[in-house]
Structures are given as C-alpha cells and as structure tokens.
C-alpha cells in the first residue's frame, strides 16, 4: 500500500476486513474519496457533528452519508448528515433492525462502516456481540457491501479479538 493511496482502497464489493485503529491515523482517512458516496456509519463512538468534520476533512460530502448512532443518550444534531434515531448500545436487536432497515437502501458496491468496536464490548459479553457482527457480516455481504469493522486491538485481548477476526476476510492495519 502507497502512503498516498487510502488504507482501504482495494477492498472489493461483498469483502468484510477488520480495520485495526491507529492511535496516530485517522479511520475516515483510510476510506477511497468515493466511498463517502454511499457510505452507512454505525457509530459506537463518536458524535455526527464530529463525523461530519472528518468526512469534510478527507473530501466527502457528509449529505450522502447516514449515520446510526449508537449511544445511551439522544443525540441532538442538525446537519447534512442523515442521522437515525439512536440505540442503545446494549440493544442489539434494536440496531439488527436498524441496520437492516439501512441496508435495504444501499446501492451494492457501497460502504458499512462499523465505528469503535472496541467500545461495544464495553456494554455487551464478547460472545452475544460476536453473534451480532456474524449477523452483520452475512447482511452486508449477501448485498454485496463493504464492510468495514474498527476495533481498537490495545484495548481488547487476544483472547476475545480472535474469535473476531475469524469472521472476516482479512485484517488491515492503520500506520
């Protein structure tokens, strides 16, 4: 990979990768300029006024993007992104719905973005959330999506990271 070319440029339609978070790069700088195009976030962190200005930052324009917000609180924001009502981060049920519900109205070829990853395992048992992403990855990849799943590796052990990376295709690592 050329330090010009985004991280995630050759991820193919229908490919899952795990995308390891850099505590230097960030995430959003990894994404092709197209992929804001058709892009859907599921955000276990961070606000969309925050997403909304790394979309900016790296070229998007953040009025073809949606955004889930998964939070324990409303989120009140009034942008060009289209933001979802929230959902809780332990109701995984809820955001299977959500998320399928968004699916439906991506163009194959487009993007799943799955935000802080690391994070949910703070609010749900590894082997319930492991369940949730299976399901995730199968979605997407029956519609021919991208998917890209951000976890933070420090922050989880090996332990409970590589029943993870068993579900997706490959790993790729921010500098």
């Known amino acids: 990979m050329s330090e010009d070319r ?3 440029a050759d991820v193919e339609p229908g490919e899952q990768v795990i995308l390891l978070q850099s505590e230097t790069t960030a995430s959003l700088s ?3 300029a197209d992929a804001y195009d058709h892009l859907l976030v599921v955000a276990f962190r961070d606000s ?3 997403i909304e200005r790394r979309i900016r930052d790296h070229g998007g324009d953040p ?3 949606t955004v889930i917000p998964v939070s324990g609180t409303e989120i009140d924001y009034d942008g060009p992104l289209h933001v979802t009502d929230h959902v809780s981060p332990s109701d995984l049920t809820g955001l299977a719905i959500r998320l399928s519900d968004e699916l439906d109205t991506r163009p194959s070829g487009g993007w799943l973005y799955f935000r802080g990853l690391s994070v949910a395992l703070m609010y749900v048992p590894p082997d319930r959330f492991f369940r949730f992403l299976d399901h995730a990855h199968r979605l997407a990849h029956v519609r021919d999506l991208r998917g890209v799943y951000e976890f933070y590796r420090a922050a989880i052990s090996d332990d409970v990271y590589r029943p993870f990376r068993g579900l997706f295709d490959r ?5």
């Open 48 to 50: 969309p006024i925050r």
């Open 6 to 8: 985004p991280a995630l």
């Open 30 to 32: 990894a994404f092709p």
């Open 63 to 65: 009025s073809t993007v």
């Open 171 to 175: 790993e790729i690592r921010l500098p």
